[in-house]
């Protein structure tokens, strides 16, 4: 009796009486917003304060470098071909010594940022733990251009007491 | 032919005489793993990967270097020789540095391939390696002019010895010192100088010698395109295969990335010469034309194909209202029969029967130093067609080893007696020879009208009243005629640059609006006409030839066109190096696939 339905609904809200249907959720909710104001709260201020990411988060890749400050990367491209989102482009080229201490460096290493899926392959295939899945979750940008992550991008910055030909570098 | 029947691995396998037991087992598509055995070398047996269980024979045998007798009954996937057989890969490996991932073979390496195949399944090498950074002796060396060479990956198969000594003809490469110390050097650690050098690249079944055009340039599995296709460089007109390294889809362009050689019994066997290898580079370069251009005023500007043909066809004509034959060709030996043959019919229709004494054919020679021993002979001719431009009526002299003759037609330009000249040259630079007295001709007037329908900019385009940018080698199926008179066709691998068009079509498009019949849509139209036109002689099947494009691979690690995929299926027998998993050890016992190691110190 679908055009009765109305009529049904009006007949049940006469029979169970107004204050039950109205008067009684009300005070059950505001006794619950009563009672978390007096809670801790866990509402983050977000980009103000950050939640602490996992420890096993894959966010952007990083490119490490060693204790000289040099590129550990050697541009043998087996990231590029464990990635199933076919989002990692490099070229290698001949190392004169100032990038990395191998005579293999990768002259151009691009992620493409919305084809990667954070699957983390790249860092399980590389032979000399050069790449690492980062905790960097805030990747969104302007533009398209910049949906290219080049190495400078990548590479984490030097540490602190390396030598100079690695600093001539990027 | 005579034959003898063997039994390998329970299988009757019948091979013509004096066949060996690899030679069988390969034919018959029976893995059997080998280093120094190469089929365009003499046989060494050195490595001793190969050995098979041959009944009645107290012990193991090399099978490379054993003859093939009626009733042999061969094993080579028993016990005791796959013990033995890991047993040699764990020596292979005990001393070699892994560098996969920085080696240039990673990937397409035969020692890769065999050692997880066949090798033991771990390693029990907690010694340090070799390393030949010793006094004098450094492992990671120059290697001549066009090659690298680490010492430390060498397995000292001897392949590359064998190539200097027999196919090179100077044994430039030799293995010094002994035993452990057995190292393969040169004289001097001068390296190799040889035209042929690049091919100890190819044998080499490891990556110990790399060519340094190649190095750090590519992954097998970037190159998943192959074209079988033909050198044009020279008129040996050897059979080649053009790789190309591919890119991910947002990173785009594909590559040409190298040039192998294919096997070819009848021209070039297994080798190519590294002239036709390494000079690639121009075809892709920044000098290449991309666009037509007009000359207007003192500059060359680009314009539209469909701005270029009306003013030139007007010009041409303009040149040849007085007298047809004062317009002229000038044509590299580098153009393909088809565009000659559409050539030919564009002068014929405009000056007559003996239109062609308008054309000039011309090309280079160049010495090409090699031992008087090489089996592997350059010739002096830098073109590939001139025998083409031969067969079809065209005046290049007798043979294909005298010079071009340029002399009337400069003579006649520079006496003002030609009021036009066109150049067709797909060649690289400077193929047409020495033709620097053109451009001033041009320049001072003595000539009306010049148009250039080549493919880099040079001196001579750039003096041109019109320029326009026409296909490489690789950029067009074409039919070659080498030096032996064989029809050779040479497949497209990369498209064209820019607006640049195929030379035929070019030809055919002027032939047109000058008011000549021109019935043809593709170069495949032109093979037809060209094979209808010439019966009875080796053009009467042109049309039929076959050009190949690349098809995509099974797998990522194969290459992808017949003859590069014949190569790893069977002659590096190169499958994906799973470990655990290899086609080649279908059907094997478990035992077999995994080799474990015995432990050291128990005898078993
Ligand atoms: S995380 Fe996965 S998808 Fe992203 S680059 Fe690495 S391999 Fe490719
Ligand atoms: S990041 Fe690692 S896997 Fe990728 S190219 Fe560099 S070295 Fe190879
Ligand atoms: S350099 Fe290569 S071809 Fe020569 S012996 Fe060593 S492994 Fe064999
Ligand atoms: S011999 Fe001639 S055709 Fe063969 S690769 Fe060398 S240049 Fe090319
Ligand atoms: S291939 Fe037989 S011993 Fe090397």
């Known amino acids: 009796m679908p055009v009765l339905l109305g009529v049904g609904c009006f007949g049940s809200w006469e029979s169970t009486g107004y204050h039950e249907l109205m008067i009684r959720p009300l005070l059950t909710g505001l006794a619950t917003t009563f009672r978390y104001m007096f809670k801790p709260k866990v509402t983050v201020n977000y980009p103000e304060q950050k939640v602490p990411v996992f420890p096993k988060y894959r966010g952007k890749q990083v490119l490490m470098r060693d204790e000289n400050g040099l590129e550990k990367c050697v541009a043998c491209g087996l990231c590029s071909v464990a990635c199933p989102a076919d989002a990692i482009y490099l070229e290698p080229a001949e190392n004169d010594g100032t990038v990395l201490a191998g005579p293999r460096y990768a002259k151009v290493y691009q992620i493409h940022n919305t084809r990667c899926i954070f699957c983390g392959f790249c860092e399980e295939a590389c032979p000399v733990s050069a790449i690492f899945m980062g905790k960097d979750y805030e990747l969104a940008v302007y533009s398209k251009d910049e949906f290219i992550w080049d190495k400078h991008d990548l590479l984490v910055p030097p540490p602190a007491g390396a030598t100079p030909p690695a600093l001539a570098v990027s | 032919m005579e034959t003898v029947t063997l039994t390998i691995d329970g299988r009757q396998v019948t091979v013509a005489k004096g066949r060996t ?18 089929p365009g070398i003499s046989i060494d047996g050195s490595c001793r990967v190969c050995i098979v269980k041959i009944e009645k024979m107290p012990k193991l045998q090399t099978s490379c270097s054993t003859v093939c007798a009626d009733g042999m009954v061969v094993h080579t996937r028993d016990a005791e020789v796959i013990a033995a057989r890991a047993g040699v890969f764990e020596f292979l490996l005990v001393n070699h540095p892994l560098d996969c991932p920085v080696c240039d073979k990673g990937g397409e390496c035969p ?34 002019p066009t090659l690298m060479l680490n010492r430390q990956r060498c397995i000292l198969c001897t392949r590359c010895v064998r190539f200097m000594k027999e196919v090179e003809g100077d044994a430039q490469i030799g293995i010094v010192d002994r035993g452990y110390g057995s190292e393969i050097a040169t004289f001097e650690e001068r390296g190799v100088h040889s035209l042929l050098s690049g091919n100890l690249m190819d044998i080499c079944p490891v990556g110990a010698i790399l060519t340094r055009d190649y190095r750090f340039k590519s992954r097998p599995w970037d190159n998943p395109g192959v074209v079988d296709t033909m050198c044009t460089l020279c008129s040996k007109g050897c059979s080649t295969s053009a790789w190309l390294k591919a890119r991910p889809e947002w990173a785009k362009g594909t590559q040409l990335i190298r040039m192998t050689p294919r096997f070819n019994p009848e021209v070039n066997n297994y080798w190519m010469c590294d002239i036709g290898r390494f000079t690639y580079h121009w075809v892709e370069g920044d000098t290449r034309l991309r666009r037509p251009m007009v000359r207007r005023g003192s500059a060359l500007e680009p314009a539209a194909w469909h701005d270029v043909e009306p003013p030139l066809r007007g010009r041409l004509q303009e040149a040849g209202s007085t007298d047809p034959s004062s317009v002229r060709f000038l044509v590299s030996a580098h153009a393909s029969t088809e565009e000659l043959f559409v050539l030919k019919q564009l002068v014929r229709g405009l000056l007559g029967s003996d239109g062609l004494s308008a054309v000039t054919i011309a090309w280079t020679r160049s010495n090409k130093p090699q031992s008087a021993a090489a089996k592997f002979k350059v010739p002096a001719t830098d073109a590939p067609n001139v025998n083409g431009a031969r067969d079809l009526g065209y005046r290049v002299g007798p043979g294909t080893d005298g010079l071009p003759d340029l002399l009337p037609l400069r003579d006649a330009v520079e006496a003002g007696r030609v009021k036009a000249v066109y150049v067709l040259d797909p060649g690289p630079d400077g193929s047409l020879g020495d033709v620097s007295w053109l451009g001033p001709a041009r320049r001072s007037g003595a000539l009306g009208l010049l148009v250039v329908q080549g493919v880099v900019m040079n001196e001579l385009a750039a003096a041109a009243d019109f320029v326009l940018p026409g296909a490489t080698y690789v950029e067009k199926d074409a039919i070659y005629t080498n030096d032996q008179g064989r029809v050779q066709a040479a497949s497209r691998a990369i498209g064209l640059p820019g607006e640049a068009r195929e030379d035929w079509d070019i030809l055919a498009s002027l032939a047109r609006s000058l008011g000549l019949a021109m019935p043809y849509e593709s170069s495949h139209d032109v093979r037809r006409a060209l094979a209808a036109s010439m019966p009875g002689t080796a053009y009467a099947q042109a049309d039929t030839l076959v050009f190949t494009r690349p098809v995509p691979a099974r797998n990522w690690l194969q290459a992808s066109n017949p003859s590069e995929r014949w190569k790893w299926d069977f002659l590096y027998q190169d499958l994906p190096p799973v470990k655990g998993y290899s086609v080649q050890t279908e059907g094997m016992p478990p035992e077999a696939v995994f080799i474990p190691l015995k432990p050291v110190g128990v005898r078993s």
Not at chain 2, 125 to 131: E, Y
């Open chain 2, 21 to 38: 037991l690899l030679q069988a087992a390969i034919e018959a598509g029976i893995s059997v793993p080998y280093y120094c055995y190469h």
């Open chain 2, 111 to 144: 020692l890769q391939d065999f050692s997880y195949t066949f090798g033991p399944a771990e390693s029990r090498m907690d010694f340090p390696r070799r390393v030949f950074d010793g006094e004098g002796v450094k492992g990671d060396v120059d290697f001549g």
